[in-house]
């Protein structure tokens, strides 16, 4: 029995008088191996490394993009006229890019929120209650919350019906109400 496959390997003291081996667990205290199910996926060897070059592109650009961005918002006209560039954006898009993105970001955050909202069902909506998840009792089976008469018997784990939830919380506020 290899030892990826099964929860149990031969020991060096663990033969019968006839010299077969017998199994036993590699731990005593834990039934299970502890080991994995299946081996390890093998070497793939060498692995490509364009994910580095791409990274390295993306952080460079970035930078440079970004250095060229203050450049344009900082320094006088003057300046950017000698350096050859006759063309560029008006400088006010220096305010409202940076102020649009927080807008979008802002924006972002409150267009997730409200379709949480809008998705969320209505207390009236039996939706709020319970789904088609619900691990109800079979409608003509024995009801299993009598079984709790038998001293011995566990029942069967069911999600509890909202009628049956409301008689048995609201049942003690009924009789303080009726005086009893």
């Known amino acids: 029995?290899?030892?990826?496959?099964?929860?149990?390997?031969?020991?060096p003291h663990d033969e019968h008088e006839h010299g077969h081996q017998r199994d036993t667990p590699k731990d005593p205290t834990s039934p299970t191996s502890p080991l994995a199910h299946c081996p390890p996926d093998a070497w793939r060897g060498e692995h490509s490394r364009a994910p580095e070059f791409y990274g390295f592109v993306a952080w460079a650009s970035t930078s440079v993009f970004f250095v060229v961005y203050m450049l344009w918002a900082l320094l006088?006209?003057?300046?950017?006229?000698?350096?050859?560039?006759?063309?560029?954006?008006?400088?006010?898009?220096a305010i409202f890019v940076p102020a649009y993105t927080v807008v979008l970001v802002l924006l972002t955050y409150f267009?997730?929120?409200a379709l949480?909202?809008?998705n969320?069902?209505?207390?009236?909506?039996?939706?709020?209650?319970?789904?088609?998840?619900?691990?109800?009792?079979?409608?003509?089976?024995r009801n299993?919350?009598?079984?709790?008469?038998?001293?011995?018997?566990?029942?069967?784990?069911?999600?509890?019906?909202?009628?049956?939830v409301n008689r048995v919380v609201h049942e003690w506020d009924q009789e303080r109400q009726s005086g009893g």
């Open 111 to 113: 267009v997730y929120f």
């Open 120 to 141: 969320t069902p209505s207390f009236s909506d039996i939706k709020s209650i319970t789904d088609s998840r619900a691990h109800l009792p079979p409608p003509h089976a």
């Open 144 to 164: 299993p919350y009598f079984k709790h008469a038998d001293p011995r018997a566990i029942p069967e784990h069911y999600d509890i019906p909202i009628g049956l």
């Open 76 to 93: 006088p006209d003057k300046v950017i006229v000698g350096i050859g560039v006759e063309w560029y954006p008006s400088r006010e898009w």
């Open 1 to 11: 029995m290899s030892a990826w496959s099964g929860d149990v390997v031969p020991g």
């Open 116 to 118: 949480a909202l809008y």
